[in-house]
Protein backbone atom coordinates (compact mmCIF):
# COMPACT_ATOMS: atom_id res chain seq x y z
CA UNK A 1 0.00 0.00 0.00
CA UNK A 2 1.27 3.81 -1.06
CA UNK A 3 1.67 5.83 1.52
CA UNK A 4 2.62 9.45 2.20
CA UNK A 5 5.72 9.13 4.30
CA UNK A 6 7.02 6.48 1.60
CA UNK A 7 6.60 8.96 -1.01
CA UNK A 8 7.60 11.96 0.80
CA UNK A 9 11.10 9.82 1.54
CA UNK A 10 11.57 9.00 -2.23
CA UNK A 11 11.02 12.20 -3.98
CA UNK A 12 12.13 15.16 -1.27
CA UNK A 13 15.58 14.67 -2.36
CA UNK A 14 14.21 16.26 -6.23
CA UNK A 15 11.80 17.99 -4.58
CA UNK A 16 14.83 19.62 -2.78
CA UNK A 17 16.50 19.98 -5.63
CA UNK A 18 13.99 21.71 -7.69
CA UNK A 19 13.66 24.30 -5.40
CA UNK A 20 17.03 25.39 -4.92
CA UNK A 21 17.14 25.85 -8.67
CA UNK A 22 14.64 28.78 -7.97
CA UNK A 23 16.17 29.93 -4.71
CA UNK A 24 18.55 33.31 -4.71
CA UNK A 25 20.73 34.65 -2.10
CA UNK A 26 18.08 37.35 -1.04
CA UNK A 27 15.48 34.63 -0.94
CA UNK A 28 15.01 31.62 0.34
CA UNK A 29 12.29 29.02 0.94
CA UNK A 30 10.87 28.29 4.24
CA UNK A 31 9.90 25.08 5.35
CA UNK A 32 9.79 23.37 2.29
CA UNK A 33 9.72 20.05 3.90
CA UNK A 34 6.59 20.29 5.72
CA UNK A 35 4.55 22.23 2.50
CA UNK A 36 6.23 19.31 0.35
CA UNK A 37 5.13 16.18 2.96
CA UNK A 38 1.91 17.89 4.43
CA UNK A 39 0.56 19.18 1.55
CA UNK A 40 1.68 18.77 -1.91
CA UNK A 41 2.39 14.94 -1.53
CA UNK A 42 -1.39 14.93 -0.47
CA UNK A 43 -2.54 16.42 -3.65
CA UNK A 44 -0.14 14.26 -5.45
CA UNK A 45 -2.19 11.44 -3.81
CA UNK A 46 -5.85 12.91 -4.61
CA UNK A 47 -4.60 13.29 -8.57
CA UNK A 48 -3.08 9.99 -9.26
CA UNK A 49 -6.25 8.35 -7.57
CA UNK A 50 -8.26 10.67 -10.48
CA UNK A 51 -5.99 10.06 -12.82
CA UNK A 52 -5.98 7.24 -15.28
CA UNK A 53 -3.93 5.68 -17.99
CA UNK A 54 -6.52 5.20 -20.33
CA UNK A 55 -7.77 8.26 -20.10
CA UNK A 56 -6.09 11.81 -20.09
CA UNK A 57 -6.74 13.79 -16.92
CA UNK A 58 -6.51 17.51 -17.24
CA UNK A 59 -5.20 19.96 -14.01
CA UNK A 60 -6.25 23.74 -13.79
CA UNK A 61 -3.86 25.25 -11.03
CA UNK A 62 -4.65 28.93 -10.85
CA UNK A 63 -3.46 31.89 -8.51
CA UNK A 64 -2.62 35.44 -8.96
CA UNK A 65 0.78 37.11 -9.97
CA UNK A 66 3.80 35.77 -7.97
CA UNK A 67 1.23 33.05 -5.78
CA UNK A 68 4.07 30.32 -6.52
CA UNK A 69 2.04 28.39 -9.30
CA UNK A 70 5.28 27.44 -11.28
CA UNK A 71 6.78 25.94 -7.72
CA UNK A 72 4.13 24.12 -6.87
CA UNK A 73 3.11 23.09 -10.11
CA UNK A 74 6.69 21.34 -10.59
CA UNK A 75 6.49 20.00 -7.47
CA UNK A 76 3.62 18.51 -8.28
CA UNK A 77 4.60 17.25 -11.54
CA UNK A 78 8.27 15.77 -9.94
CA UNK A 79 6.02 13.63 -7.40
CA UNK A 80 3.44 12.35 -10.13
CA UNK A 81 6.48 11.29 -12.12
CA UNK A 82 8.66 9.81 -9.40
CA UNK A 83 6.56 7.89 -7.34
CA UNK A 84 3.13 7.59 -9.19
CA UNK A 85 5.31 6.84 -12.72
CA UNK A 86 2.60 9.17 -14.27
CA UNK A 87 3.58 10.80 -17.78
CA UNK A 88 2.64 14.33 -16.93
CA UNK A 89 3.22 17.73 -19.43
CA UNK A 90 2.98 20.82 -17.39
CA UNK A 91 2.53 24.06 -19.67
CA UNK A 92 1.24 27.57 -18.43
CA UNK A 93 -1.30 29.90 -20.28
CA UNK A 94 1.62 32.41 -20.35
CA UNK A 95 3.32 30.45 -23.55
CA UNK A 96 -0.05 31.10 -25.46
CA UNK A 97 0.26 35.00 -25.56
CA UNK A 98 -0.26 36.68 -28.38
CA UNK A 99 3.00 37.63 -30.46
CA UNK A 100 4.17 41.36 -29.77
CA UNK A 101 3.03 41.82 -33.06
CA UNK A 102 -0.65 40.68 -33.03
CA UNK A 103 -1.24 42.36 -29.33
CA UNK A 104 -0.16 45.69 -31.45
CA UNK A 105 -3.26 44.89 -34.46
CA UNK A 106 -5.18 44.47 -31.46
CA UNK A 107 -4.66 47.48 -29.61
CA UNK A 108 -5.54 49.15 -32.78
CA UNK A 109 -8.05 47.25 -33.40
CA UNK A 110 -10.04 47.33 -29.83
CA UNK A 111 -8.36 48.86 -27.17
CA UNK A 112 -4.51 50.11 -26.60
CA UNK A 113 -4.32 48.51 -23.18
CA UNK A 114 -4.50 45.15 -25.22
CA UNK A 115 -1.00 45.75 -26.29
CA UNK A 116 -0.08 45.04 -22.49
CA UNK A 117 0.14 41.28 -22.08
CA UNK A 118 -1.99 39.27 -19.50
CA UNK A 119 -5.88 39.48 -19.79
CA UNK A 120 -7.96 37.22 -21.11
CA UNK A 121 -7.85 38.05 -25.02
CA UNK A 122 -4.11 38.48 -25.08
CA UNK A 123 -3.63 34.70 -25.42
CA UNK A 124 -4.46 32.73 -28.74
CA UNK A 125 -6.79 31.10 -27.42
CA UNK A 126 -7.17 29.21 -30.95
CA UNK A 127 -4.25 27.59 -30.30
CA UNK A 128 -5.29 26.46 -27.12
CA UNK A 129 -8.04 24.94 -27.86
CA UNK A 130 -6.12 23.01 -30.52
CA UNK A 131 -3.76 21.71 -28.45
CA UNK A 132 -6.90 20.72 -25.95
CA UNK A 133 -8.59 19.00 -28.73
CA UNK A 134 -6.01 17.20 -30.45
CA UNK A 135 -4.27 16.15 -27.03
CA UNK A 136 -6.97 14.05 -26.21
CA UNK A 137 -7.14 12.19 -29.42
CA UNK A 138 -6.38 8.63 -29.59
CA UNK A 139 -4.87 9.16 -32.97
CA UNK A 140 -2.34 11.20 -31.07
CA UNK A 141 1.45 11.29 -32.50
CA UNK A 142 3.10 14.55 -31.53
CA UNK A 143 2.51 18.27 -30.94
CA UNK A 144 4.60 21.41 -30.92
CA UNK A 145 3.12 24.24 -28.66
CA UNK A 146 4.08 27.42 -28.38
CA UNK A 147 6.83 28.70 -25.71
CA UNK A 148 6.85 32.59 -24.48
CA UNK A 149 9.58 34.42 -23.38
CA UNK A 150 8.74 37.30 -20.83
CA UNK A 151 12.08 39.01 -20.60
CA UNK A 152 11.25 40.37 -23.97
CA UNK A 153 7.91 39.95 -23.89
CA UNK A 154 7.42 37.94 -27.16
CA UNK A 155 7.57 34.30 -28.23
CA UNK A 156 10.43 32.06 -28.40
CA UNK A 157 11.21 30.68 -32.00
CA UNK A 158 9.71 28.00 -33.44
CA UNK A 159 12.86 25.70 -32.92
CA UNK A 160 12.42 26.14 -29.02
CA UNK A 161 8.94 25.04 -28.78
CA UNK A 162 7.62 22.84 -26.47
CA UNK A 163 7.54 19.49 -28.17
CA UNK A 164 4.94 16.32 -26.96
CA UNK A 165 6.09 13.28 -28.79
CA UNK A 166 3.45 11.22 -26.55
CA UNK A 167 0.13 11.94 -24.86
CA UNK A 168 0.63 12.87 -21.12
CA UNK A 169 -1.61 10.71 -18.68
CA UNK A 170 -1.97 14.11 -16.60
CA UNK A 171 -1.10 17.26 -18.00
CA UNK A 172 -1.20 20.19 -15.59
CA UNK A 173 -2.41 23.54 -16.91
CA UNK A 174 -1.33 26.09 -15.06
CA UNK A 175 -1.95 30.21 -15.27
CA UNK A 176 -3.05 32.98 -12.94
CA UNK A 177 -6.75 33.40 -14.73
CA UNK A 178 -6.89 29.71 -15.60
CA UNK A 179 -10.53 28.46 -14.24
CA UNK A 180 -11.60 32.38 -14.34
CA UNK A 181 -15.60 33.12 -14.56
CA UNK A 182 -17.32 36.01 -16.27
CA UNK A 183 -18.76 38.61 -14.06
CA UNK A 184 -22.37 40.38 -14.51
CA UNK A 185 -22.42 43.40 -17.17
CA UNK A 186 -23.19 45.75 -14.08
CA UNK A 187 -20.47 45.15 -11.94
CA UNK A 188 -17.99 46.28 -14.76
CA UNK A 189 -19.67 50.11 -14.67
CA UNK A 190 -17.29 51.68 -11.90
CA UNK A 191 -13.65 51.34 -12.01
CA UNK A 192 -11.75 50.04 -9.54
CA UNK A 193 -8.01 51.38 -10.12
CA UNK A 194 -6.58 54.29 -11.54
CA UNK A 195 -6.13 52.52 -14.52
CA UNK A 196 -9.41 51.79 -15.52
CA UNK A 197 -10.58 55.77 -14.63
CA UNK A 198 -8.14 57.10 -16.95
CA UNK A 199 -7.23 54.69 -19.49
CA UNK A 200 -11.02 52.66 -20.00
CA UNK A 201 -13.70 55.37 -19.38
CA UNK A 202 -15.71 53.99 -21.86
CA UNK A 203 -15.64 50.48 -20.54
CA UNK A 204 -14.23 48.92 -24.11
CA UNK A 205 -11.69 47.20 -22.56
CA UNK A 206 -12.82 46.02 -19.73
CA UNK A 207 -16.05 44.87 -21.42
CA UNK A 208 -13.91 43.09 -24.39
CA UNK A 209 -11.89 41.21 -21.40
CA UNK A 210 -15.19 39.95 -19.64
CA UNK A 211 -16.80 38.76 -23.23
CA UNK A 212 -13.52 36.69 -23.69
CA UNK A 213 -14.31 34.98 -20.43
CA UNK A 214 -18.06 34.18 -21.24
CA UNK A 215 -16.87 32.52 -24.87
CA UNK A 216 -13.84 30.54 -25.78
CA UNK A 217 -12.50 30.97 -22.74
CA UNK A 218 -15.52 29.33 -20.98
CA UNK A 219 -15.27 26.40 -23.44
CA UNK A 220 -11.55 25.80 -22.75
CA UNK A 221 -11.67 26.12 -18.69
CA UNK A 222 -14.74 23.47 -18.87
CA UNK A 223 -12.82 20.71 -20.12
CA UNK A 224 -10.49 20.79 -17.29
CA UNK A 225 -11.07 17.93 -14.78
CA UNK A 226 -10.45 19.65 -11.84
CA UNK A 227 -9.03 23.31 -10.51
CA UNK A 228 -6.28 24.00 -7.75
CA UNK A 229 -6.61 27.65 -6.15
CA UNK A 230 -4.16 29.58 -4.70
CA UNK A 231 -5.63 31.56 -2.42
CA UNK A 232 -3.32 34.55 -0.99
CA UNK A 233 -5.00 37.29 1.43
CA UNK A 234 -5.16 40.46 -0.80
CA UNK A 235 -3.90 42.08 -4.22
CA UNK A 236 -0.95 44.24 -2.47
CA UNK A 237 0.54 40.89 -1.05
CA UNK A 238 0.22 39.87 -4.99
CA UNK A 239 1.96 42.84 -6.43
CA UNK A 240 4.89 42.63 -3.71
CA UNK A 241 5.35 38.70 -4.93
CA UNK A 242 4.78 39.97 -8.49
CA UNK A 243 7.94 42.47 -7.69
CA UNK A 244 10.13 40.07 -6.29
CA UNK A 245 9.46 37.59 -9.60
CA UNK A 246 10.82 40.26 -11.67
CA UNK A 247 14.04 41.27 -10.03
CA UNK A 248 14.62 37.80 -10.72
CA UNK A 249 14.11 37.98 -14.40
CA UNK A 250 16.41 40.59 -14.11
CA UNK A 251 19.19 38.55 -12.33
CA UNK A 252 18.20 36.22 -14.60
CA UNK A 253 18.88 38.21 -17.62
CA UNK A 254 20.37 41.25 -17.14
CA UNK A 255 23.22 40.71 -19.59
CA UNK A 256 20.56 40.76 -22.54
CA UNK A 257 20.16 43.93 -24.75
CA UNK A 258 16.71 43.09 -25.90
CA UNK A 259 14.68 42.82 -22.55
CA UNK A 260 11.53 43.82 -21.50
CA UNK A 261 11.82 43.39 -17.62
CA UNK A 262 9.60 45.87 -15.66
CA UNK A 263 10.83 48.44 -13.05
CA UNK A 264 8.94 48.47 -9.74
CA UNK A 265 6.82 51.07 -11.19
CA UNK A 266 6.14 49.23 -14.33
CA UNK A 267 5.47 46.24 -12.08
CA UNK A 268 2.36 47.99 -10.20
CA UNK A 269 1.24 49.60 -13.22
CA UNK A 270 0.83 46.21 -15.13
CA UNK A 271 -0.46 44.57 -11.90
CA UNK A 272 -3.60 46.60 -12.37
CA UNK A 273 -4.34 44.86 -15.57
CA UNK A 274 -4.84 42.10 -14.11
CA UNK A 275 -6.78 43.51 -10.65
CA UNK A 276 -10.50 42.68 -11.99
CA UNK A 277 -10.09 39.66 -12.42
CA UNK A 278 -7.89 38.91 -9.70
CA UNK A 279 -10.29 40.15 -7.41
CA UNK A 280 -13.46 38.26 -8.88
CA UNK A 281 -11.37 34.92 -8.68
CA UNK A 282 -10.53 35.64 -4.45
CA UNK A 283 -14.41 35.94 -4.65
CA UNK A 284 -15.71 33.35 -6.90
CA UNK A 285 -13.02 30.33 -7.54
CA UNK A 286 -12.91 29.02 -3.88
CA UNK A 287 -16.73 27.82 -4.77
CA UNK A 288 -15.86 26.11 -7.99
CA UNK A 289 -12.20 25.02 -7.03
CA UNK A 290 -11.42 21.50 -6.28
CA UNK A 291 -8.81 21.93 -4.30
CA UNK A 292 -8.27 25.61 -2.32
CA UNK A 293 -4.34 25.95 -0.88
CA UNK A 294 -4.64 29.33 1.48
CA UNK A 295 -1.30 31.24 1.32
CA UNK A 296 -0.09 33.38 4.04
CA UNK A 297 1.78 36.40 3.67
CA UNK A 298 4.66 34.77 3.96
CA UNK A 299 4.23 32.89 0.52
CA UNK A 300 3.60 29.70 2.25
CA UNK A 301 0.65 27.56 2.12
CA UNK A 302 -1.08 27.72 5.38
CA UNK A 303 -4.10 25.13 4.82
CA UNK A 304 -5.46 22.96 1.83
CA UNK A 305 -9.11 22.84 1.79
CA UNK A 306 -10.16 19.69 -0.48
CA UNK A 307 -14.11 20.63 -1.85
CA UNK A 308 -14.52 17.83 -4.01
CA UNK A 309 -14.05 14.10 -3.58
Known amino acids: MQTSAECYKKVSKDCFKFIKSQETPKDKFKNKEKMIRFF???????????????????????????????????????????????????????????????????????HPLLMTRGVPGTHDIDIMLDFFKKIKSKKFKSLKLPKFNKAIDDRYKKKLWYSIKKRPDVIIFEGWCVGAKAEKNNTLKKAINSLEKTDDKKLIWRKFVNQQLKSKYKKLFNQLNCLLFLKANNFSLLQEWRLKQEKKLWLKNSKSSNNKIMSKKDVFNFMQTYQRVTQNMFKNAPKYSSIILNLNSNHQIKSVVYKKK
Do not use: C, H, M
Open 40 to 110: LVPISFWIANKASKKNLYFVGLAGGQGAGKTTITSIISIILRKYFKLNVFVISIDDFYKTRKERFLLSKKI
